[in-house]
C-alpha cells in the first residue's frame, strides 16, 4: 500500500531564507507526483507536477525534484515571503488509477516578516 | 468566476438531515473527483467520474451518494450522516488522463 510521508510537519523561518520540504512514498510505480498549496479553510492550488520520467520542475521561485527510484521529492522554495505562509501538500498519482492522488499529510509554513 | 465553485461553504447537520453538496466547473474538464479532508488525516479519494461515469468508488459508505448529470456539475447527497463524517470534503475537476486536479474551495461539514 502506497504511504507518503512529508517531513517537517512544520517549519517557521525568517523571511528570505531558502528552504527545502520532503516529500517521501514506498511505492516507486507512480505516474507523477503533485505539489500543492492549501491555505487555511481553503481549497488546493497546484504548483508543480512532475511526470515520473522527468527529474524536475520549476516555476518561478519554486523547485521540485523527482527521485522515483529512491522514493523522494523535494520542493524548493527561494528567498521566501510571508505570502508562502501556507500548508504544502505532497501527492503521487498510482500508475493504472487515474485521479487517485495519494496524499501525505503536508508541512505548514510559515515565514515570519 | 473560479475554475471551481462550490457550495455551501459551510454546512451544519443533524444525523437524521438529508442535504446535498454541489461542485460546478468552468474549466472544460472532462473528469471530477471528490476528495474528504478529516482533521490530521490525509486527504482521501471518495469517487471518480469521467464522462459522466462514475470510474471509481474508494469503498465509501452509501450514505454518501454521488451524482453527476453532466460534465460540469457533481453532486454529493448526504443521508444518515456520523458525527465522524465531519470533514473538509473538496471538489476537484482535471481534463482527464493524468493531468493536474483543480481544486474547489471546499465544503466544511459538521454532523451533530
Known amino acids: 500500500k502506497q504511504e507518503v510521508t512529508q517531513i517537517p510537519a512544520a517549519l517557521s523561518v525568517p523571511e528570505g531564507e531558502n528552504l527545502v520540504l520532503n516529500c517521501s512514498f514506498t511505492d516507486s510505480a507512480i505516474y507523477n507526483l503533485q505539489w500543492f498549496r492549501q491555505d487555511p479553510g481553503k481549497g488546493l492550488t497546484s504548483l508543480l507536477l512532475i511526470q515520473s520520467s522527468q527529474r524536475e520542475q520549476t516555476s518561478g521561485r519554486l523547485n521540485a525534484s523527482l527521485d522515483k527510484s529512491s522514493g523522494r521529492s523535494t520542493l524548493y522554495i527561494a528567498a521566501s515571503q510571508p505570502g508562502d505562509s501556507a500548508t504544502y501538500l505532497c501527492?503521487?498519482?498510482?500508475?493504472?488509477?487515474?485521479?487517485?492522488?495519494?496524499f501525505g499529510k503536508g508541512t505548514k509554513l510559515s515565514v515570519k516578516p | 468566476e473560479t475554475g471551481v465553485t462550490q457550495t455551501p461553504r459551510h454546512l451544519v447537520m443533524g444525523m437524521t438531515n438529508k442535504k446535498s453538496l454541489k461542485c460546478e466547473q468552468h474549466?472544460?474538464?472532462?473528469?471530477m473527483y471528490w476528495y474528504k479532508q478529516s482533521a490530521k488525516k490525509p486527504l482521501e479519494l471518495m469517487f471518480v467520474?469521467?464522462?459522466?461515469?462514475?470510474?471509481e468508488n474508494n469503498s465509501v459508505p452509501s450514505r454518501f451518494s454521488p451524482e453527476c448529470p453532466n460534465s460540469s456539475h457533481l453532486f454529493l447527497h448526504l443521508h444518515t450522516l456520523q458525527p465522524e463524517d465531519s470533514a473538509l470534503y473538496l471538489c476537484a475537476s482535471s481534463p482527464g488522463g493524468y493531468e493536474k486536479l483543480f481544486f474547489g474551495s471546499g465544503t466544511q461539514l459538521s454532523v451533530l
Open positions: 474549466l472544460g474538464h472532462n473528469a
Open positions: 501527492a503521487v498519482n498510482l500508475s493504472g488509477s487515474q485521479g487517485n492522488l495519494i
Open positions: 467520474y469521467n464522462f459522466k461515469e462514475q470510474t
